[in-house]
């Protein structure tokens, strides 16, 4: 009985075995493997391939493809192809051309588990990578590192990850303009920049921009709860995306019409970003940029601005406001010696009325420091040489500025003594009121002349002496 067994299972194996030979690839391959010393492989290394591709069929991007590569580097692998038994024609077989590729697959191996290969892993990886979760702290972080070091380029880069979905550009968009808002002065134009690169980018449009600020100026009520200045700086914002070309000034009219029915917050923010987007200047004035950011020519240019929009509107919190907002306490003096300039330069008392009781508003609120008045004036001293060759009455300019400055107490006696005379120049100049309230050179006297009436009157032919300075700044008053 048992004897019979046996055969009949030897029996079975030995047709199993031709079964399995029946294909002659599968032929030639256990042929090479016993050649080489080998294991002969029980399948195909392409169909063990086969196999593995559709155990994670579920896991591949695409398995169609695959499959039919396979099918077609199969037909190309028939025994009419590789000079084996059966062959049309008895060639070398081509061994090294086909399936060397895969062949390992065809063999068990027990250091790996069968279930899972290392190519699906790199693809599920690199899929993982697109998986983002949205972090409005890291873009929020992201901003305020870039308005600080003003690395657009690295800026970009840290948020292209999260630009997957235009509901995700938006949420960043939205949080970016947020914090402009918060940091205020100084951020408008590095966020009208980054919001063009985005729009370079294709990563949003312009109208969803303009869908963005809508929204935000909608909540702007509760913003300002946080930021007391939100209105205004939203206002300048848009304005700012005006000027870029990011927005248009229809669309910000469309949305002053249309929301002029909302709360006044809402509707006067509208109504100033129209405002600031059609005069330039006011714009220039109201986002300057911090001072740490700046050269000293741009910081020099808006200081003129505040004594400008001074002189015009005689307000002296917003001056002080603006002078504040600029965080440049140790360049303050440019801006004394400015308003000095300035001074000199209108050539009219009650522009020196104004900036002197300026200054002596800032000495008192502690916004300009008694060392920075000391020496803006004395560089105002110092180019008065220069001043003279465009200003032949800016020596006695001067004197009748240091006065009015002393009568107040915004510079010490000792500034005043340090008034350079015009003791060198050929010609004496005294000042008077014109119909229109400027002041006008007169009396104009040579040297000749006047060393005749030193003669004559005793007194010192120094031409620009202290008593010839109060007499010109008495005929003057």
């Excluded at 051309?97 to 588990?113: P, T």
């Excluded at 949305?255 to 109504?271: G, I, P, R």
């Amino acid at each position: 009985m048992d004897a019979s067994k046996q055969n009949c299972s030897h029996k079975n194996h030995h047709n199993i075995a031709n079964k399995q030979q029946k294909d002659p690839e599968l032929e030639a391959e256990i042929r090479f493997a016993k050649a080489s010393g080998a294991n002969p492989p029980r399948i195909l290394p392409s169909d063990a391939v086969k196999n593995i591709t559709e155990v994670f069929e579920n896991h591949c991007v695409s398995s169609k493809n695959l499959i039919k590569n396979l099918k077609n580097g199969r037909a190309e692998r028939k025994a009419r192809s590789r000079g084996v038994s059966g062959c049309a024609i008895k060639n070398d077989g081509n061994r090294f051309e086909y399936g060397l590729d895969c062949i390992d697959l065809a063999y068990e191996n027990d250091n790996q588990d069968k279930t899972f290969s290392s190519d699906s892993e790199e693809e599920y990886d690199e899929y993982a990578d697109f998986v983002r979760k949205y972090s409005d702290e890291e873009i929020r972080q992201i901003m305020r590192d870039y308005l600080e070091n003003g690395n657009l380029a690295e800026a970009l880069d840290s948020l292209e990850k999260f630009a997957l979905t235009k509901d995700m550009v938006h949420k960043m968009v939205k949080d970016i303009l947020m914090v402009t808002i918060e940091n205020s002065v100084g951020s408008y134009d590095m966020t009208a920049n980054m919001l063009a690169e985005m729009v370079n980018k294709k990563w949003v449009s312009f109208s969803a921009i303009a869908d963005i600020l809508e929204d935000i100026v909608g909540s702007v009520g509760d913003i300002s709860k946080d930021v007391p200045k939100a209105a205004e700086s939203l206002a300048i914002l848009m304005a700012k995306l005006v000027e870029h070309n990011l927005c248009t000034l229809n669309i910000l009219n469309m949305l002053a019409s249309k929301h002029s029915s909302d709360a006044q917050l809402v509707k006067s923010c509208y109504e100033d970003a129209v405002t600031f987007a059609n005069n330039h200047h006011l714009l220039m004035g109201k986002c300057a940029p911090c001072g740490g950011q700046n050269s000293t020519e741009v910081l020099s240019e808006q200081f003129k601005h505040i004594l400008k929009e001074y002189l015009n509107s005689n307000d002296k919190e917003a001056a002080t406001q603006r002078l504040s907002d600029l965080r440049v306490p140790h360049f303050h003096h440019e801006f004394v010696y400015k308003a000095g300039i300035f001074a000199l330069e209108e050539m009219h008392d009650h522009v020196m009325d104004k900036l002197a009781i300026l200054l002596k508003d800032l000495s008192d609120k502690g916004t300009l420091a008694e060392s920075c008045i000391e020496k803006g004036f004395k560089r105002l001293f110092n180019d008065l040489a220069d001043l003279y060759l465009d200003l032949p009455a800016a020596y006695v300019l001067a004197q009748r500025w240091v006065s009015k400055t002393s009568k107040i107490g915004v510079i010490s006696q000792q500034i005043v003594v340090e008034c350079p005379r015009e003791t060198i120049r050929s010609r004496s100049r005294t000042l008077s009121e014109g119909p229109d309230g400027k002041l006008i050179v007169d009396n104009e006297k040579s040297d000749d002349d006047f060393n005749k009436d030193d003669k004559t009157s005793g007194y010192s032919s120094e031409i620009g002496g202290a008593e010839s300075v109060q007499g010109d700044l008495s005929a003057c008053n």
